[in-house]
């Protein structure tokens, strides 16, 4: 079946530093690609997504490019802040689009 | 939060009880999922419905069981809760499916604890 696997955390940066958060997938078909974060306390919230092979995603400075060739959809942050601390989630959905299969979350935490 | 609330938000229960969590929803959105959360796991799916009195198991559907009566509600029941049912479990709407890959809108989450 598909599945989502994501690096483990938590990643632990300083404010201004560059953010890769790896993501890669296994799945049959073309599925389309998000990543989610969940802020303390909240539910997840959608933060970008590709729905395509070689689509950027990108939001909030985020950006996560659909890799078919390596099966990846790395998310990247140029300059992360303290208010990008929280957890995020790689996700793919089946191609019918009903179900969405989520990666083990990665722990982001930014310091002044 | 995209017009979902779940209730309660937090629960503290025996083993061996009936719990049943509530999903109510004011977007008329047809899709309506439950999740569990758990650490290193993400967020698993235990039940889905695509409209009202359809319903269809997730990945992790066993001790669970749902119902949808009418389009805003959609309620997730531990028949008899155990412990490894301790978890965070989320609510999540999308209005469609298919080529559009509508995103799933999630709720606050309901924390579970069986003792």
């Known amino acids: 079946g598909d599945s989502v696997t994501q690096m483990e955390g938590p990643v632990t940066l300083s404010e201004e530093a560059f953010l890769t958060i790896n993501c890669t997938y296994t799945?049959?078909?073309?599925?389309?690609l998000f990543w989610y974060v969940q802020y303390p306390g909240e539910g997840l919230q959608l933060l970008l997504k590709?729905?395509?092979?070689?689509d950027k995603g990108s939001n909030k400075g985020f950006e996560a490019t659909y890799r078919k060739e390596t099966t990846s959809f790395h998310l990247e942050k140029g300059s992360v802040q303290v208010s990008d601390s929280a957890v995020y989630f790689c996700?793919?959905?089946?191609?019918?689009?009903?179900?969405?299969?989520f990666g083990g979350g990665t722990r982001l935490m930014v310091k002044p | 939060d995209a017009g979902i609330t779940q209730s309660p938000r937090h629960k503290v229960t025996e083993t061996g009880t009936p719990v049943t969590l509530r999903c109510h929803q004011t977007?008329?959105?047809?899709?309506m999922y439950w999740y569990r959360q758990d650490p290193g796991h993400g967020l698993r799916l235990i039940h889905y419905?695509?409209?009202?009195?359809?319903?269809d198991k997730g990945e992790v559907s066993d001790g669970y069981s749902v119902s949808r009566s009418k389009t805003e509600d959609f309620l997730l029941t531990l028949e008899s809760a155990t412990s490894s049912q301790t978890s965070v479990y989320f609510c999540?709407?999308?209005?469609?499916?298919?080529?559009?890959?509508?995103?799933?809108?999630f709720g606050n989450g309901t924390r579970l604890t069986v003792t």
């Open positions: 590709a729905t395509k092979a070689d």
């Open positions: 977007e008329n959105h047809r899709y």
């Open positions: 799945a049959t078909g073309y599925p389309s």
């Open positions: 419905s695509y409209g009202v009195k359809d319903t």
């Open positions: 996700a793919l959905s089946d191609n019918a689009g009903n179900m969405l299969t």
């Open positions: 999540a709407i999308s209005p469609g499916t298919g080529s559009n890959n509508s995103p799933l809108h």
